[in-house]
């Protein structure tokens, strides 16, 4: 357990930041998944703007590496177009 006043501080930030960024994280992982998992290639092509966006605020955030959203991103649109 934190001794100090500063340390203390530090815990209570920090518990918020991880609920925070997993809930961005949760909610870009269920926007990629409705476009992989999608039935038709019209229902992927409508999921895939929500997700490239979820992805990219992760990105932008810093939940995820930006080379990792790039892969991620290509990969939402190769399942898209297939």
């Known amino acids: ?3 100090t006043e500063q340390a203390k501080k530090r815990l209570r930030q920090d518990e ?3 609920v ?3 809930a961005i994280s949760s909610a870009m992982k269920t926007a990629v998944k409705k ?3 999608a039935e038709t290639p019209e229902a992927a092509a409508a999921a895939l703007p929500e997700a490239v966006k979820r992805v990219d ?3 932008k955030r810093n939940i995820i590496h930006a080379n990792a959203a790039a892969r991620k991103k290509s990969q939402l649109a190769r399942a898209a177009a297939k």
């Open 20 to 22: 925070h960024n997993k």
């Open 1 to 3: 357990m934190p001794n």
């Open 35 to 37: 476009v992989m998992q």
């Open 16 to 18: 918020r930041r991880r």
């Open 57 to 59: 605020k992760a990105a």
